[in-house]
């Protein structure tokens, strides 16, 4: 992890008062690594490895591309894809529509959606600083609304609920593509390393996720997923 992690767990440790840990880390040792550290060092578009050229060709949204950046990801987290699982037709990439996938976008497995037992298995990936757009999940299809609980397996990910102040840290954090389209009503947030987890606050609450300096794998468990009950904060965005 790198130090301006540290100085983002740290400042989502306050953020966060009810932030679970199993890691059993403290804030007090992780505030030891801050002196020297400038607000300036956190800004999540210093995170990123690659930019939108990479990603876009004449406009279009290159999946190939896509996953050629998590699979690099991968490599460096030293995270082992089966091989099952790297030709698993279920593995998807999405820049949601949004022009904007070196920071705003997402890569995932489907492992379980089942509706007659309502359960749901995901894994997500996300690049370096990389944010799913804010959402919501509303009831659908004769179901009640999905809530979902979220645990690190590789790299990092800030959580971000609703509420909060649109402090400094937490701006910096933002994609300007989000802010600009005033897409963000979630400024409370929690830094989470490999093994700590966290939870949706209520169901229907709007909610995102951004990825971390090296990346992340994050494993979500959840009620039946319904594409109908997905609703973006942000209008142009679609799954
Ligand atoms: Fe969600």
């Not at 989502?12 to 801050?34: D, P, W």
């Not at 699979?71 to 030709?87: C, G, I, K």
């Not at 397996?153 to 959580?159: A, E, L």
Request: hydrophobic share 40%; charged share 20%.
């Amino acid at each position: 992890m790198q130090r301006r992690d540290v100085l983002k767990a740290f400042v989502g440790g306050v953020a966060g008062a009810s932030f679970i840990n199993f890691a059993g880390s403290s804030a007090s040792a992780r505030t030891a690594s801050l002196s020297g550290e400038t607000t300036n060092q956190i800004e999540g578009s210093a995170m990123q490895k690659y930019d939108n050229d990479f990603f876009y060709k004449d406009g279009v949204f290159q999946q190939d591309k896509a996953f050629q950046a998590y699979y690099e990801m991968f490599a460096e987290m030293n995270y082992s894809l089966a091989d099952s699982l790297r030709s698993n037709k279920d593995f998807w990439v999405s820049d949601f529509g949004l022009g904007d996938f070196a920071r705003v976008g997402m890569g995932g497995i489907f492992f379980f959606n089942d509706k007659e037992f309502r359960y749901f298995g995901h894994d997500i990936y996300l690049l370096p600083g990389q944010m799913i757009p804010e959402h919501r999940h509303e009831p659908a299809e004769d179901m009640p609304a999905k809530h979902e609980a979220w645990q690190v397996r590789n790299g990092s990910v800030y959580t971000f609920s609703e509420g909060g102040e649109k402090t400094p840290q937490a701006l910096a954090l933002l994609p300007k593509s989000q802010l600009d389209a005033d897409a963000i009503h979630c400024f409370n947030f929690k830094f989470l390393r490999v093994g700590d987890q966290d939870r949706l606050s209520r169901l229907c609450a709007p909610h995102f996720m951004i990825a971390g300096s090296d990346g992340a794998v994050v494993t979500e468990y959840a009620c039946y997923h319904s594409m109908d009950g997905l609703k973006f904060s942000n209008p142009k965005a679609h799954p």
